[in-house]
């Protein structure tokens, strides 16, 4: 069945070190991708976006790569900083479905 | 802008109770889903709603009933709580509607709910 999913629960990285948030998705219809960040006590946040026709995008200090061949999806965060503690989750839908899945998110704790 | 209100935040029922979480925006989206939120198993789609009038199940729907009679409003009814209803619900809304197209979504605060 449909399932998305993120290899590592919980990643610890310096303060000014780059992360690397991985995500494996087993939908080879999904054509959309988000990642998402939730901190404590707080609702899901947009971070980023990619459709299937790309394969890597760009935004304020995060980039999104998207590999269809492998089924996989990464969101890389420059110079990570403090307040970007929290718990990242990568979502897929594809066309049409109305359904958008959530992977079971990892845990990004920088230290200073 | 509001954004997505969802009310209550916190509700302690008892097994067999029935109660309504209410949701609304004020950005005219016309899609809206619930989810709800266990440790360790990240969000899961309870039902959806890509237009006034239409509703659709999503991965976890049983145990809950929806209606969408708004654009503004997405109530989540639950008929007969039970203690695996005890979770974190969320409630998102986006631009996308009958084409399918979720498109970015946007989240309420959550509402905490406990079934004993």
């Known amino acids: 069945g449909e399932s998305v999913g993120l290899h590592l629960p919980t990643l610890s990285v310096q303060e000014g070190d780059n992360s690397i948030i991985n995500c494996a998705y087993s939908n080879s219809a999904s054509d959309y991708f988000i990642w998402y960040k939730q901190e404590s006590g707080k609702g899901p946040q947009f971070i980023i976006d990619?459709?299937?026709?790309?394969d890597k995008r760009q935004g304020q200090r995060v980039t999104v790569l998207l590999n269809k061949t492998v089924k996989h999806l990464s969101l890389q965060i420059a110079a990570t900083q403090p307040g970007d503690s929290a718990v990242y989750f990568c979502?897929?839908?594809?066309?049409?479905?109305?359904?958008?899945?959530f992977g079971q998110g990892t845990t990004l704790q920088v230290k200073p | 802008n509001a954004g997505v209100t969802q009310t209550p935040k916190f509700q302690v029922l008892k097994t067999g109770q029935s109660m309504t979480l209410q949701c609304a925006q004020d950005m005219n989206h016309e899609y809206m889903s619930w989810y709800r939120q266990d440790p360790g198993m990240g969000l899961r789609l309870i039902h959806y709603?890509?237009?006034?009038?239409?509703?659709d199940q999503g991965e976890v729907p049983n145990g809950y009933n929806v209606s969408r009679s708004t654009t503004e409003d997405f109530p989540l009814r639950l008929l007969s709580a039970a203690p695996s209803q005890t979770s974190v619900y969320f409630c998102?809304?986006?631009?996308?509607?009958?084409?399918?197209?979720?498109?970015?979504?946007?989240f309420g605060e959550g509402s905490r709910l406990t079934v004993l």
């Open positions: 979502a897929e839908t594809g066309s049409n479905t109305g359904k958008l899945i």
């Open positions: 998102a809304s986006s631009y996308g509607g009958t084409s399918g197209d979720t498109g970015e979504l946007f």
């Open positions: 709603s890509v237009g006034a009038g239409i509703t």
């Open positions: 990619i459709r299937s026709n790309m």
